[in-house]
């Protein structure tokens, strides 16, 4: 079964410092993989997603996240952090085959300090 | 479009009461998600179903049942309301063919004291 695991349940940045979720994922396969945000009292939106063969997925709210197969790895980066970036940040596994669903992490609140 | 639907926003119960929410989406896609979300724990899927007419038990689907009424409405019910069911419930779609993220209502908040 498909697993994903979040490192840091709780990440402190001050504004304009560098963003760096981790995010790792078991699979024998390579699976699709997405980084969602949720603001206070809100869904789930999604920032970006890796579903072909570009490693390097740009999203929006200038994130990004690196596939690294040989690590397992999905990792959010943000060059530099913004007040409005504060949120719950989510990682989610999906296989590229079969009827298995959607599965998160725990999830990994950033706070931002002015 | 409206994307997905979930109705009501807000629910308190009382032990014991049972409920159904609702959930409606309007992008044709196959499958459909129930997860609750709860502080420290992300979100748990509930039930889905892969497709029209099947369904299947996520990670904790004791205490719930639910309903593919067709290919838009995925309901779930809570027959005998428990605290422990105290959550915010999120529904979700995904067109499974075109391997797309999945997209999510906002929310339902049910409270069982």
């Known amino acids: 079964a498909q697993s994903v695991t979040q490192l840091g349940s709780h990440v402190s940045v001050s504004e304009g410092a560098l963003v760096l979720l981790r995010c790792n994922y078991s699979?024998?396969?390579?699976?699709?993989l997405f980084w969602y945000v949720q603001y206070p009292n809100q869904g789930l939106q999604l920032l970006l997603k890796?579903?072909?063969?570009?490693?390097l997925v740009k999203g929006i709210n200038g994130f990004e996240a690196e596939f690294k197969k040989s690590e397992t790895s999905f990792h959010l980066t943000k060059p530099s952090a913004h007040m409005s970036d504060a949120a719950e940040y989510f990682c989610a596994v999906i296989s590229r085959s079969g009827n298995t669903p959607l599965v998160f992490g725990k999830g990994t609140r950033l706070s931002v300090i002015a | 479009n409206a994307g997905v639907t979930q109705t009501p926003k807000f629910q308190v119960l009382k032990t014991g009461q049972s409920m159904t929410l609702q959930c409606a989406q309007d992008?044709?896609?196959?499958?459909m998600y129930w997860y609750r979300q709860d502080p420290g724990m992300g979100l748990r899927l509930i039930y889905y179903s892969a497709s029209e007419g099947t369904t299947d038990k996520g990670e904790v689907p004791n205490g719930y049942n639910v309903s593919r009424l067709n290919k838009r409405e995925f309901s779930l019910r809570l027959e005998s309301a428990a605290p422990s069911q105290t959550s915010v419930y999120f529904c979700?779609?995904?067109?499974?063919?075109?391997?797309?993220?999945?997209?999510f209502g906002q929310g339902t908040r049910l409270t069982v004291v």
């Open positions: 890796y579903t072909s063969a570009a490693t």
């Open positions: 699979s024998s396969v390579p699976p699709y």
């Open positions: 979700a779609s995904r067109d499974r063919s075109l391997n797309t993220e999945a997209f």
């Open positions: 992008m044709n896609h196959n499958s």
